[in-house]
């Protein structure tokens, strides 16, 4: 993996973004990129499952991973970072799935550089304004929670208990707490700069009359609200050849919730689009 953490004095206009090769072959490779708090880990097990017909590359955006940080998390800053390192990787052509709010990056990158877009899977969110406060309140709690003196993460998971009381998502939000070479936790991603970030992320990634006329599949969990009947004519106004799946016993990650269902279900959309899988 490549990149480094944490934020700098003077951010930087670009950010080098970390990846994992999760291997297997086939052209043209898959482009994979995390939700919100996740990272490039969230994907191994559903990724390396895909690995099995595709060479399957997964990303960690800025201020997320292994990736560097930088305040502005604007909707081209996020996706010129990804363009970027296509063009590093040498790849002129991918297949893109991308899980809740960075399936929105993946919308905006499919209608400004459709050329490089071979196939996009959008994974349970609509190219539409949001409000996560969730989210917001999930942030709230992590910036709240006293890191001097913490012995384990198992005490990090008992102190949120009160304010996070899925134990999955303590888990899942956890991942994010790291240990500094001094042996003191501290957080591996810039909390305050996403918090502060999060009214643009709410906002639709899409311009007025942007369209992208290529293969598209928007994969929805039938246990969640974050895309409803009524999104779906938004979702074919900016993707017209949109096709819209819904995995029944998922939640809003499918890729966790259901996996054999979902690694079906993206390989039945890459044949759909006249590609092996």
Not at 35 to 62: C, I, P, Y
Not at 210 to 237: N, W
Request: charge should be neutral; aromatic fraction near 6%.
């Amino acid at each position: 993996m490549t990149g480094s953490k944490g934020p700098t004095a003077a951010p930087p206009a670009t950010v080098a973004l970390a990846s994992r090769d999760l291997g297997g072959g086939g052209l043209p490779p898959v482009v994979v990129v995390h939700g919100f708090m996740g990272s490039s880990r969230n994907w191994q097990l559903t990724g390396r499952d895909l690995a099995a017909s595709a060479h399957v590359h997964a990303l960690d955006l800025r201020n997320h991973g292994d990736s560097e940080s930088a305040g502005d998390m604007a909707w081209d800053a996020l996706v010129g970072d990804v363009r970027r390192w296509c063009a590093a990787q040498g790849l002129t052509r991918a297949r893109f799935l991308g899980h809740s709010l960075r399936g929105k990056v993946l919308m905006r990158l499919a209608c400004v550089a459709p050329e490089l877009v071979d196939d996009l899977i959008v994974v349970d969110i609509a190219p539409k304004s949001y409000a996560f406060q969730s989210h917001r309140h999930e942030l709230s709690a992590l910036l709240d929670l006293e890191l001097a003196g913490l012995s384990s993460r198992a005490e990090a998971e008992l102190r949120l208990e009160g304010r996070v009381p899925d134990l999955a998502m303590r888990k899942f939000l956890l991942t994010n707490l790291a240990r500094a070479d001094d042996g003191a936790w501290r957080w591996a991603v810039p909390l305050a700069w996403l918090a502060a970030a999060l009214p643009s992320l709410e906002t639709s990634p899409l311009d007025p009359g942007m369209t992208f006329v290529g293969r598209t599949t928007f994969i929805l969990g039938g246990r969640s609200r974050y895309v409803t009947p009524e999104d779906v004519p938004l979702i074919r106004r900016h993707f017209p050849n949109a096709v819209v799946e819904t995995i029944a016993a998922s939640g809003h990650n499918p890729h966790m919730d259901a996996r054999a269902d979902f690694v079906a279900c993206v390989q039945a959309a890459w044949c759909r689009g006249g590609l092996p899988a």
